[in-house]
């Protein structure tokens, strides 16, 4: 069965400093992969998504990029954070077509300080 | 991007009673699912529903495709506590991606 995996579950950084959150799907291959923003536990805000390697599409810009370096795996960064950038990531992914709509991961809880 | 409004926003209500909430946009989508979101954790798929006018159960959650293709609700018979959560729609158009609602915060109270 497939699974997604998202570390770390939290983080509290500095402003100014680097971020770096990883996510890895296991069961599946060519997953098109998501990562969302979720600030005060509202709305979804979708920040990037990847249909293969060394494909990513940006939605919003910002402070932040993404990269996938293998077929299963998705990083967000930061070379520097805001205060503005703190909230709860999380990162999904779904087949082709997304038929069966998206499976999230269980979330990175960023506070910047 | 395309905006779907969830109402209501929030929900306080007695445990045991029914809930419902709807999802609408100004765009026909071809696929509409809903997922809950437990305090700190990802959102969860509960209902996936691909035809118009489709009702799909799911335990005591029910949900429909609306006929105009431009909405979907979610009902909740008898509440319990665990019920607790954020409900969010999904909408796909074509393709990949799906446009997520606004969110409705339930409280049950025991």
């Known amino acids: 069965s497939q699974t997604i995996h998202q570390w770390p579950a939290t983080l509290v950084q500095p402003v100014g400093s680097p971020l770096s959150l990883e996510c890895t799907v296991e069961?599946?291959?060519?997953?098109?992969l998501y990562w969302y923003r979720q600030a005060a536990g509202r709305g979804l805000q979708l920040l990037f998504y990847?249909?293969?390697?060394?494909?990513i599409s940006s939605e919003v810009p910002q402070n932040l990029s993404a990269s996938r370096p293998q077929d299963r795996q998705f990083i967000l960064s930061s070379k520097k954070l805001l205060l503005s950038d703190s909230g709860f990531y999380l990162c999904?992914?779904?087949?082709?077509?997304?038929?069966?709509?998206?499976?999230f991961g269980s979330g990175t809880r960023l506070t910047v300080v | 991007g395309q905006q779907l409004n969830q109402s209501p926003q929030s929900m306080f209500i007695q445990e045991g009673e029914d809930v419902s909430m709807n999802c609408t946009s100004s765009s026909i989508f071809n696929t509409w699912l809903w997922y809950k979101q437990d305090p700190g954790e990802g959102p969860v798929l509960l209902i996936a529903?691909?035809?118009?006018?489709e009702l799909t159960s799911n335990g005591r959650l029910t949900a429909q495709f609306g006929i105009t293709r431009k909405d979907s609700f979610l009902n909740i018979s008898a509440s319990i506590p665990s019920d607790v959560g954020i409900y969010f729609c999904?909408?796909?158009?074509?393709?990949?991606?799906?446009?997520f609602g606004t969110g409705t915060s339930l409280t049950v109270i025991p």
């Open positions: 999904a992914w779904s087949v082709t077509g997304a038929l069966y709509g998206y499976t």
């Open positions: 990847s249909i293969g390697i060394g494909q």
């Open positions: 069961g599946t291959s060519n997953p098109n």
């Open positions: 999904a909408g796909q158009l074509t393709g990949n991606q799906f446009y």
């Open positions: 529903l691909y035809k118009a006018g």
